[in-house]
């Protein structure tokens, strides 16, 4: 008798990557389309309305750059932590902490030329993003704690931390009463590359991804954190104990994530409100997986979700469907490139039983 | 006076520790069979919105009660077809489950968001509430509160004295032993994620049954996640998860009740206190070594002999 038995696969051949990918998102998509049709709203529709909304104008490919460029400093971050078997899933709070920072600058210098205005703001909020992910690393690194609960707390008490804030003590006289800060000033806006509505920021994503790119290819110390990621045994051979790994690797990633906060209060709200939150921080957990924390494709996978975003706001507008949908599609991506990532590493084989 | 002021803060301390209790009793169950399913807070939503939804087309609570367990099973079935059939990491498939969950729930919710469901309303068990200050607190609630105060027992009695139990616990702590001792590692692992999953859902039901009687969205706020915690603080025993449960119980009454009497303080900081509690009980479990405690085989997965 044969029986059939699941074997590790040696064979990875260059088509095999990009078929499962696609493969898990046709999956996905389908799945989406019937949680449509449960609904009562037409699935044909409403991929359409989905795909026309994210890909069919100039506009939208123009705003799905806009969402890409915090999506992309928040993925960066947290795949940097992945690497090292970090699970840091706070780039929410470290989002906010960062928002946070560059709004404290914005609102306590106003009259400083923006020369000097801007890069104090990026390193305010650096900072409170590197704090904020260095408490759940140093509870991991001096107690062994979990990163995982730690830094997703830590999201609930940041995002509670810029309401407070923003209904109370950093509330604009002027504003009628709606929890928001005044305006930033000129000098505190980061402004839009001009014919576009894209903020400099770009520049920034493109900096730091290519500096990360260097780090990780070319540094000793960045082959050093891969090897201990893939390999935690090899880490008391690098020069870097494993402790200190860890510390660097989240103060990276909440700076980072700070940063994307930074950008989104300064260029495109022009204050700090509520709303400066919209899940970028989750997100960027989706586009760090899918793209399999290559600085590259997190690239590629953050402009596809961003997409994705417009192309939720669109279903939301003309088919008044709710942002959930959008949710609902992150989620079911992952589990397919989770599920799909199988056909990569085994093969089912038929044996003798 | 004072007594007046205490009896309803610990029952009310009681009510909002059920749920909480029963999610993390679940995931006790299948952490105990090797798999860290971090799907809880999404899974409780799914566990809501169903429960809310049999309950209102039925209009019969104990059916939307059930219902509810028997949904996120199903659910939370994703997570294991990923991670014990397909070997996915058992991380990032919980996080996706939480973010689907979160999805779906607030997704097919929306239409009912402010809607009421019968549910389950409180009363007062005959006798054992006439024990004076104990019989307000814990026999004048409602029957899920009830069944609660039995499912520690259950549980613990299915973890350590009947057959099933021990096979999933001997593959949560050794899968390899398990598998040569003739045990179905995958088998047992998709009846701890499914069991627990149900049990989860209950949680999920307590809150749009008995919590609010209404949908809306975001009913969980976090407490899935603060049962992750607690199967820690638990020391992955359900008896001690009590203790946890109705000490997140007892804040968020508190919480609630300080809101309500008006106070300086903003409510940001009221509202946090649960969320930098679960650190500070993190870090004492931690402290004290209860790590150790965790099933040997947690969020490994089991790999095919080559």
């Known amino acids: 008798m044969k029986k059939w038995r699941v074997v590790h696969s040696e064979d990875k051949g260059v088509l095999r990557g990009p078929a499962v990918l696609i493969g898990a998102l046709a999956v996905a998509l389908g799945v989406s389309a019937f949680m449509l049709a449960l609904q009562g709203k037409s699935p044909v529709q409403g991929l359409t309305v989905l795909f026309s909304g994210a890909f069919g104008s100039s506009y939208a490919l123009e705003d799905a750059l806009v969402k890409a460029v915090p999506l992309y400093l928040c993925s960066l971050g947290v795949a940097m932590a992945f690497r090292l078997l970090i699970w840091n899933i706070g780039a929410e709070g470290q989002f906010a902490l960062g928002a946070i920072g560059s709004a404290w600058a914005a609102l306590t210098f106003p009259g400083l030329p923006w020369f000097l205005l801007l890069p104090l703001m990026a390193v305010c909020s650096a900072f409170l993003g590197a704090l904020w992910g260095l408490v759940p690393a140093i509870l991991k690194v001096r107690l062994g704690v979990n990163e995982i609960i730690v830094t997703l707390m830590m999201n609930y008490i940041g995002i509670l931390l810029l309401e407070f804030l923003v209904f109370g003590p950093w509330k604009d006289p002027a504003g009628f009463g709606f929890p928001m800060t005044a305006m930033y000033s000129d000098s505190a806006i980061v402004a839009d590359i001009p014919g576009t509505s894209v903020s400099w920021g770009i520049v920034l994503c493109v900096v730091v991804g290519v500096l990360m790119s260097v780090f990780f290819r070319f540094t000793r110390l960045g082959f050093e954190l891969k090897a201990a990621g893939e390999n935690p045994k090899s880490a008391p051979y690098a020069r870097i104990p494993y402790s200190g790994l860890v510390l660097l690797v989240m103060a990276v990633s909440g700076a980072l994530a700070g940063w994307a906060g930074f950008l989104e209060a300064s260029s495109n709200l022009n204050r700090l409100e509520v709303s400066v939150m919209s899940g970028y921080g989750y997100t960027a957990i989706v586009v760090a997986w899918l793209a399999r924390l290559s600085p590259l494709r997190i690239g590629v996978a953050s402009y596809l979700l961003a997409a994705l975003m417009v192309g939720v706001e669109n279903l939301q507008l003309v088919m008044q469907i709710p942002a959930a949908f959008g949710d609902i599609m992150e989620g079911l991506i992952l589990v397919c490139v989770l599920a799909g990532g199988f056909s990569l590493n085994y093969r089912i084989k038929r044996v003798p039983g | ?306």
Not at chain 2, 87 to 107: D, E, K, R
Not at chain 2, 142 to 167: E, H, N
Request: charged letters at 10%; hydrophobic letters at 50%.
């Open chain 2, 1 to 306: 006076m004072i007594l007046e002021m205490i009896v309803p803060l610990l029952a009310a301390t009681v009510q909002s520790g059920t749920p909480i209790l029963l999610a993390t009793l679940g995931e006790i169950i299948t952490e105990k069979g090797g798999v860290l399913n971090l799907g809880v807070e999404g899974m409780m939503l799914v566990g809501a919105l169903g429960g809310f939804l049999v309950c209102q087309q039925t209009g019969s609570p104990w059916l939307g009660f059930v219902a509810a367990g028997a949904v996120t099973a199903l659910f939370s079935g994703v997570h294991a077809l990923v991670c014990v059939n397909f070997m996915g990491n058992q991380v990032v498939s919980g996080l996706a489950l939480t973010i689907l969950g979160t999805g779906v729930a607030n997704f097919l919710g929306t239409p009912f968001i402010g809607q009421e469901a019968p549910g389950f309303d409180g009363f007062s068990v005959p006798l054992l509430s006439d024990i004076p200050f104990l019989g307000r607190v814990l026999f004048s609630q409602d029957a899920l509160v009830y069944i609660s105060y039995f499912l520690p027992l259950l549980v613990f009695v299915f973890l350590s004295r009947t057959k099933w139990g021990l096979r999933l616990r001997a593959v949560g702590e050794h899968p390899e032993a398990a598998k040569s001792a003739g045990i179905s590692v995958p088998g047992y692992r998709w009846l701890g994620t499914m069991l627990g999953g149900f049990l989860v859902g209950l949680g999920g039901a307590y809150l749009s049954l008995a919590y609010t009687h209404m949908w809306t969205s975001d009913l969980s706020g976090g407490r899935g996640w603060i049962a992750v915690a607690l199967v820690i603080f638990a020391f992955w025993r359900p008896f001690r998860a009590i203790g946890g449960a109705y000490l997140f119980g007892g804040i968020m009454a508190f919480q609630l009740r300080v809101q309500a009497m008006g106070t300086d303080l903003p409510s940001s900081f009221l509202l946090m206190l649960p969320y930098v509690l679960t650190i500070v009980v993190l870090v004492l479990s931690y402290k004290k070594g209860r790590i150790y405690a965790a099933p040997a085989g947690l969020g490994v997965n089991a790999e095919p002999e080559e």
